[in-house]
């Protein structure tokens, strides 16, 4: 479970985008 609750969406993008799994939930294609 990835919750990002914390103040700073610059970075969970980052990480997010740095994450496969991550990014298929945050930006599916």
Known sequence: MH???A???G???QLC???LS???H???I
């Open 3 to 5: 919750v990002d609750t």
């Open 7 to 9: 103040p700073g969406a």
């Open 11 to 13: 970075e969970s993008e």
């Open 17 to 19: 985008q740095r994450s």
């Open 22 to 24: 991550c990014a298929v």
């Open 26 to 28: 945050c930006r599916p």
